[in-house]
């Protein structure tokens, strides 16, 4: 059974930073491509950013390009997503998943003064 659980959500000020993590378990995630999804109340789940499972091409949101970096441990089978300068905007549940839709609970981060 393929499970991921992401964790390091919280409550920033705008500006700040956050690392979330992303662990995965039933899968060896090396040979697979990684992406980072965003759930608001307003919008449906967006696109925030993807690694391939070498880790040498990623690709982001505009929204999110400069701001946030994806990156990965595949001895750990830990995907990272490092989101500095973060805005309000950035609010929101963020997962990880792969290519075949498996989906873990989130973690929040709430970005507020």
């Known amino acids: 059974q393929v499970q991921f659980v992401e964790s390091g959500g919280g409550l920033v000020q705008p500006g700040g930073s956050l690392r979330l993590s992303c662990v995965a378990s039933?899968?060896?995630?090396?040979?697979?491509?990684m992406t980072w999804f965003r759930q608001t109340p307003r919008k449906q789940r967006e696109f925030i950013a993807s690694?391939?499972?070498?880790?040498?091409?990623?690709s982001y949101a505009e929204s999110v390009e400069g701001r946030f970096t994806i990156s990965r441990d595949n001895a750990k089978n830990t995907v990272y997503l490092q989101m500095n300068s973060l805005k309000p905007e950035d609010t929101g549940v963020y997962y990880c998943?792969?290519?075949?839709?498996?989906w873990g609970q989130g973690t929040q981060v709430t970005v507020s003064s």
């Open positions: 690694i391939s499972g070498g880790g040498h091409v990623t």
């Open positions: 998943t792969w290519a075949f839709g498996d």
């Open positions: 039933g899968i060896r995630i090396s040979t697979y491509r």
